[in-house]
């Protein structure tokens, strides 16, 4: 090591220099893709939130005034209000049956399980337009599959679509079947990823399956759980084309999501888009705060338990 | 003994249900296959038949001739759309990807933190304004409004940089003495190395652009290049209660995810998890 101390720093800048300039060209292209489609459109967001305008009128620029009249819109209102219910329905259904499946499948032997974890992860990667369309075809009211079974039990048909309860199933049922998949072997790989060890030395100690389902099992899905919880929350709160194709939001708005507004009022290029945008805004907050709720009490679970 | 044999029946029950879950997953894609080949007035017919009487192809003819919703050009352009997509938007994020874990540079942690927020952007929020940015580009009813917006990805950028952490430094040093520039590594030594998470990776790229249904269906109205979700829709409400052609067309529209799905199975289900649980 005999090199001069100034000779070896310069030589070092130089690359150092030198890859500095390559990280920045090929950082180029995704930072500038993210900046003009998803950087620059929340900003206009922002901006475009405080102008009354639409796709025929010029701006003007109204301050507060379009989440004023937002917040207190009946249908802005209704898809809000819808929206938590699925997310209070379909986040816990989903984890708790994803959950209980892959346990199941745990106990059964590798290959069974690997084939009908190929089986189940196959409606996964169907499209929702697709899976909207099959569903409406299974719950049609005059020759549907379900309301055939149910008179041939001499049960009355049921109108998914004229009745709120029923048009929300209709919406449930293809999106418990959208995410059962990817769900349960999420679920699987987390279940026989906790040491087995924990399940021996519990026995040792005398623990029932019960015990160690709620004491080892649980606590270890801790963090499968959070994902699932934020990612399908964050998720219902954007449903499109399940309402879209089942219900089209309805009856009475029954069914009228946040995006499903959006999008009307989107097509029907007369409605005020600084209203409807100061709506997104407050989606985005919305989704932040549950996200970060749900994730406050998971943690403070974990805590709890040391 | 006893004992034994309550587990086993308990485990033949497990096998049980688990096959019956399984088969109730399938059932809905297999009802709308059946009923493809269904006559109208047997599709919704009571009382119900599980197989078609006579098999018939007209639901396909009528799903393959319609000039109003081209569907055969519409899944040609979808294709081309999503494999383009597919190989632009590796590229591109992986190379950001390599450079965040791999370089040193003024700035790192903020662009980082630049291509990572970008993640928690719910698409509801930038919906309206991403349609003003196009717009004001001129995109509107061209083939690149299709593909650029999607491109880069801060969740493909953290997948990959994830990826690149775990790839022994030996190997880019010995590269480096040979005079191997950055770029070169990156083609060279990682992109090689990067097969299996490229797959998963490109499997779900390519099956985000198959379904999407909301971007094509404002962006494009010319139906020559329109994407294979929007017509399927335009499809369905064109032919109202004719199940039989509808789920014709649905068919046909799944192939080709179920294909590449049944071709990279193993990975994606491996892969599908990895991404999960990291």
Redesign the interface.
């Known amino acids: 090591m005999n090199m001069k101390p100034s000779i070896k720093k310069l030589t070092y800048t130089k690359i150092?220099r030198n890859?500095?300039r390559?990280?920045?060209?090929?950082?180029l292209?995704?930072?500038a893709?993210?900046g003009?489609?998803?950087?620059?459109?929340?900003v206009?967001?922002v901006q475009?939130s405080f102008y009354d305008w639409n796709f025929y009128k010029d701006s003007v620029f109204v301050g507060l005034d379009n989440f004023r009249v937002i917040v207190v819109n009946k249908s802005f209102q209704r898809a809000v209000v819808n929206a938590l219910k699925f997310v209070a329905i379909l986040v816990p259904l989903q984890i708790v049956v994803q959950f209980a499946?892959a346990h199941?499948?745990c106990?059964?032997s590798k290959r069974?399980?690997n084939?009908?974890?190929?089986?189940?992860?196959?409606?996964g990667?169907?499209?929702?337009?697709?899976?909207g369309?099959?569903?409406m075809?299974?719950f049609?009211y005059?020759?549907?599959?379900v309301n055939?079974?149910l008179?041939?039990l001499g049960l009355d048909r049921i109108a998914f679509k004229n009745n709120g309860f029923w048009a929300m199933i209709s919406i449930i049922v293809p999106s418990v079947?959208l995410g059962?998949?990817?769900g349960t072997?999420?679920n699987?790989?987390?279940l026989i990823?906790v040491p087995g060890e924990y399940y021996e030395a519990a026995s040792i100690d005398g623990a029932g399956s019960v015990s160690k389902l709620l004491h080892i099992t649980l606590p270890q899905m801790k963090?499968?759980f959070v994902?699932q919880c934020i990612n399908m929350t964050?998720g219902t709160?954007?449903m499109?084309?399940l309402p879209m194709?089942m219900t089209s939001g309805g009856p009475r708005e029954s069914t009228l999501t946040?995006?499903l507004y959006?999008?009307n009022n989107?097509k029907n290029a007369g409605q005020s888009?600084g209203q409807?945008?100061a709506g997104?805004?407050l989606?985005?907050i919305l989704?932040?705060l549950l996200n970060s709720f749900i994730f406050k009490v998971i943690k403070s679970e974990k805590s709890i338990e040391g | 003994m006893k004992k034994n044999m309550g587990l086993r029946v308990r485990h033949g029950i497990g096998y049980a249900v688990a096959s019956i879950i399984a088969l109730i997953s399938l059932f809905p894609l297999a009802w709308m296959f059946l009923a493809s080949f269904k006559t109208k007035s047997e599709v919704l017919a009571t009382p119900l038949k599980l197989l078609p009487v006579n098999w018939i192809s007209t639901n396909y003819k009528a799903v393959f001739l319609s000039t109003q919703n081209p569907l055969l050009q519409a899944m040609t352009m979808t294709l081309l759309v999503a494999a383009l997509g597919v190989v632009l938007s590796l590229f591109i994020n992986m190379m950001a990807s390599y450079v965040f874990a791999r370089l040193e540079f003024y700035g790192k942690k903020l662009l980082w933190a630049y291509c990572i927020l970008t993640m928690y952007i719910p698409g509801l929020t930038i919906l309206i304004t991403s349609y003003l940015v196009v717009y004001e580009l001129s995109m509107i009813n061209t083939f690149w409004v299709l593909l650029i917006p999607g491109l880069a990805g801060g969740y493909n950028i953290f997948f990959f940089r994830q990826f690149f952490l775990n790839v022994p430094a030996s190997l880019e040093d010995a590269a480096r003495i040979d005079g191997c520039g950055r770029f070169r590594i990156f083609i060279k030594i990682f992109l090689p190395l990067s097969t299996t998470p490229m797959v998963v990776q490109g499997a779900g790229i390519f099956i985000g652009y198959w379904n999407s249904f909301l971007w094509p269906s404002m962006t494009v109205t010319d139906k020559s290049i329109q994407q294979i979700m929007p017509i399927i829709r335009s499809f369905q409400t064109d032919h109202g209660a004719e199940y039989g052609r509808i789920m014709a067309a649905t068919c046909v529209a799944v192939i080709p995810p179920i294909v590449l799905f049944m071709i990279f199975q193993k990975y994606i289900v491996k892969g599908f998890v990895l991404s999960g649980l990291k």
């Open positions: 150092q890859d500095m390559v990280a920045y060209l090929m950082l292209p995704a930072v893709l993210l003009i489609f998803v950087v620059t459109p929340l206009m967001s475009r499946f199941l499948l106990s059964l069974f399980s084939t009908v974890k190929t089986a189940i992860y196959i409606p990667i169907i499209a929702g337009i697709i899976a369309i099959i569903f075809f299974i049609e005059k020759g549907g599959l055939q079974l008179t041939s079947w059962f998949g990817g072997i999420l699987y790989a987390g990823s963090n499968i994902l964050t709160l954007q499109l084309e194709i946040p995006m959006m999008y989107f888009m409807t945008i997104a805004l989606m985005m989704i932040a």
